[in-house]
């Protein structure tokens, strides 16, 4: 399975940005999918993730009610949507994936995904 993130770039705050994750290989072998970032402040931390199927959707508590992870399945890709961007969202934006259904308690948990993109830059300007 190979991941390739792309949709980064520079916002000001309060913009939006969305992010794609597409995906080829063996895909039909994955189960959960998910976004992180590495920040220059914090290690790789959670962003959201979600049942390959698109359904039981997770997300940080930092950005709940403004990011929104979903699955288009004619382009084999998964989305972020981030709106109401602020400049904490500044960081290197990873796509994840994992053909374990993680479970709930452990969607965070970076060691829970095998195949990773090669990250997109994300700068939210004040």
């Known amino acids: 399975v190979q991941l390739q993130a792309s949709g980064g770039g520079l916002v000001q705050a309060g913009g939006s940005l969305r992010l794609s994750c597409a995906s080829s290989?063996?895909?039909?072998?994955?189960?959960?999918m998910a976004w992180f970032r590495q920040t220059p402040r914090n290690a790789r931390e959670f962003v959201a993730a979600?049942?390959?199927?698109?359904?039981?959707?997770h997300y940080a508590d930092s950005v709940k009610g403004r990011f929104t992870i979903s699955r288009n399945n004619a382009e084999n890709t998964v989305t972020l949507q981030m709106n109401s961007l602020v400049p904490e969202d500044t960081g290197i934006y990873y796509c994840?994936?994992?053909?374990?259904?993680?479970?709930?308690?452990?969607?965070?948990?970076?060691?829970?995904?095998?195949?990773w993109g090669q990250g997109t830059q994300v700068t939210v300007s004040s």
């Open positions: 290989g063996r895909t039909s072998t994955l189960l959960t």
């Open positions: 994840a994936a994992s053909r374990s259904r993680v479970i709930v308690s452990a969607v965070g948990q970076s060691t829970m995904y095998t195949f």
């Open positions: 979600s049942r390959w199927s698109g359904s039981s959707t």
